[in-house]
């Protein structure tokens, strides 16, 4: 059998991060990481396969919906006999997008039979007291994610006081009770991801491919962005734009872009990418807000 862990998360939370660390912690291992977006730019994949190349990307939806879980369960059927001819797999690490509802995870291996050859081991769901104790009353997911979770790992706990971490996690024990927490920052946790696996008689049910919660954008940059006036848009939109990432270009390369709940990093990317666009994930019941926010990025409103 074949252990099969889910790392949770909403937006931002830190999930390619800690993915990034688990690279380095199972580096004697033979694993397959599969990185999973709801947007249809693949900016995550690109990222952890600079580390690893055992990496598989599924963007443009969450595995656990209508739209993407066919494509989901055929790669996971493909993982042996892809990467397990010189060796068998060993692992199989899956970072959902952060919309994904896991809930439905144990049927669906269940369904397909794939339970006869994967075991799922450990859920981990990373959360950011920042967005956490606002987000968790609007989109049920994030809930659902935690409800799933075997451990939370309790994020970004550098940037905020005792007061609001304590608060936080009352909330995930109130959701989840006896559910293992742990503080961290950047996700620097040591966890056995690929421990015995154990039954936990979840329930869900497939999502549908259009989740009213969320709005997807893309948006081509093709000229360098002007950090001040960038920063100064995004106040105005803090309250409706979950995420935006990729990569834009800049005065000597490459830059890679976040944003979150949890403010604006710019940051060198490794290597020069081909491809300058960003992935934006907007509330869905304030599209026209998001929308106009995304036209005056493509209107040049925030170039430099």
């Not at 006896?178 to 690929?194: K, N, P, Q």
């Given at each position: 059998m074949?252990a ?8 931002g939370?830190g999930?390619?991060?800690y993915l990034?660390?688990?690279?380095n912690?199972?580096?004697d ?16 994949g690109?990222l ?5 190349d055992?990496?598989?990307s599924?963007p443009g939806?969450?595995?656990f919906?209508?739209?993407?879980v066919t ?5 996971l059927?493909s993982?042996p006999e ?7 797999v060993?692992?199989v690490i899956i ?5 994904a509802n896991?809930?439905?995870v144990?049927?669906?291996?269940r369904?397909t ?9 450990t ?5 950011d007291?920042?967005?956490?104790p606002v987000?968790?009353?609007?989109l ?8 799933a979770?075997?451990?939370v790992?309790?994020n970004k706990?550098d ?11 009352e ?9 293992r927490?742990v503080?961290a920052?950047y ?11 154990q039954y ?6 497939y ?13 081509k940059?093709?000229v360098?962005?002007?950090?001040a ?5 995004l106040?105005?939109v803090?309250t409706?734009l979950?995420r935006?990432k ?14 979150s ?13 081909p491809?300058h ?13 998001a929308?106009r926010?995304v036209e005056a990025?493509?209107?040049?409103a925030?170039?430099a």
């Amino acid at each position: 059998m074949t252990a099969l862990s889910l790392v949770t998360g909403f937006l931002g939370s830190g999930k390619t991060t800690y993915l990034r660390r688990l690279v380095n912690q199972y580096r004697d291992r033979r694993l397959v990481f599969l990185v999973n977006e709801f947007s249809p730019v693949d900016i995550d994949g690109p990222l952890l396969g600079s580390v690893e190349d055992d990496v598989l990307s599924l963007p443009g939806g969450s595995i656990f919906c209508t739209c993407l879980v066919t494509e989901f369960i055929s790669t996971l059927k493909s993982i042996p006999e892809r990467f397990g001819r010189e060796a068998p797999v060993e692992g199989v690490i899956i970072e959902a997008s952060g919309i994904a509802n896991p809930k439905v995870v144990e049927r669906m291996l269940r369904e397909t039979r794939l339970d006869e050859h994967y075991a799922l081991s450990t859920i981990v769901t990373i959360v950011d007291p920042g967005t956490f104790p606002v987000l968790r009353h609007t989109l049920p997911n994030i809930v659902a994610q935690v409800e799933a979770s075997d451990t939370v790992i309790l994020n970004k706990v550098d940037v905020f006081d005792a007061k609001t971490l304590e608060s936080v996690e009352e909330d995930l024990r109130r959701i989840h009770p006896g559910v293992r927490i742990v503080r961290a920052t950047y996700c620097e946790v040591a966890l056995d991801v690929l421990a015995m696996p154990q039954y936990r008689g979840l329930e869900g049910e497939y999502a549908p491919c259009a989740d009213p919660n969320y709005a997807r954008f893309t948006v081509k940059v093709p000229v360098p962005l002007d950090e001040a006036r960038l920063r100064a848009a995004l106040e105005g939109v803090r309250t409706v734009l979950f995420r935006m990432k990729g990569f834009v270009p800049g005065p000597s390369g490459s830059l890679y872009l976040d944003y979150s709940g949890s403010g604006l990093t710019l940051a060198p990317a490794a290597e020069p990418h081909p491809a300058h666009e960003l992935a934006i994930i907007a509330s869905g019941p304030r599209y026209e807000e998001a929308r106009r926010f995304v036209e005056a990025l493509k209107r040049g409103a925030c170039n430099a």
